[in-house]
């Protein structure tokens, strides 16, 4: 079955605690991209990435890291939490970066104290 | 700037009745479009897309209508059922660039 799964699904921790949500996808995508979704702001896109070794800031990058050593894998890296870094996070993959559509994890909520 | 605009944060439709969804694009370059539904506790999945080479897309009970000239698009979803109740993204993408999505609407099918 095609699909992106993300880990853990919750989350609570403590600011400055260093985490990692894990990301992987079983579709041979070349694209894959970390978003968070807030109330009111729809979905922001935070990092995503071309192939791998390479990726590149989205609209809200600060706070966060990503590695992509695997076509399958792409984590997201949160070296120092904050509170306002509470939200829902989801992993989309993808064949390519634009003109095509996107299939998403069933998404991490991360609550940060 | 928001390139994606989805006016109505919330929408409610008695069952059987159509929905229609609307969005709104600045952006002269987007020529792709997507509807996406999200229930809670899950991503979004993906349920139809339309090219700005045409100007409707039909998908059983979904259709997508594309304005190019007034750089607006809506879902139509007909006949309304429960099950539809749920949150919908419009997002848009252009030449190499990712998708940017609308900020959703809330859908509700009251019975």
């Known amino acids: 079955e095609a699909q992106v799964t993300q880990n853990p699904r919750y989350l609570i921790t403590v600011t400055g605690k260093k985490l990692t949500v894990t990301c992987s996808q079983n579709?041979?995508?070349?694209?894959m991209s970390w978003y968070r979704q807030d109330p009111g702001l729809g979905l922001r896109q935070i990092y995503y990435?071309?192939?791998?070794?390479?990726?590149d800031k989205g609209d809200v990058p600060e706070g966060y890291k990503v590695s992509r050593k695997e076509k399958r894998n792409f984590p997201l890296i949160l070296e120092s939490p904050s509170p306002n870094q509470t939200s829902l996070y989801f992993c989309?993959?993808?064949?390519?970066?634009?003109?095509?559509?996107?299939?998403f994890g069933q998404g991490t909520r991360l609550t940060v104290v | 700037d928001q390139q994606v605009k989805q006016n109505s944060p919330s929408l409610s439709v008695q069952e059987g009745r159509i929905s229609i969804l609307n969005c709104d694009y600045t952006?002269?370059?987007?020529?792709?479009f997507l509807w996406y539904k999200k229930y809670p506790a899950e991503g979004p999945t993906f349920l139809i897309s339309?090219?700005?080479?045409?100007d409707k897309n039909e998908d059983g009970r979904f259709t997508v209508f594309l304005n190019k000239s007034a750089k607006h698009l809506s879902l139509h979803i007909v006949p309304s059922q429960p099950g539809d109740s749920a949150v919908y993204f419009c997002?848009?993408?252009?030449?190499?660039?990712?998708?940017?999505f609308g900020k959703g609407t809330h859908l509700i099918i009251q019975p």
């Open positions: 989309a993959s993808s064949f390519s970066r634009g003109r095509t559509e996107a299939f």
């Open positions: 579709m041979n995508h070349e694209y």
């Open positions: 990435s071309m192939n791998v070794e390479v990726t």
């Open positions: 952006n002269s370059m987007f020529d792709y």
């Open positions: 339309i090219s700005s080479i045409k």
């Open positions: 997002a848009a993408s252009g030449g190499a660039d990712g998708l940017t």
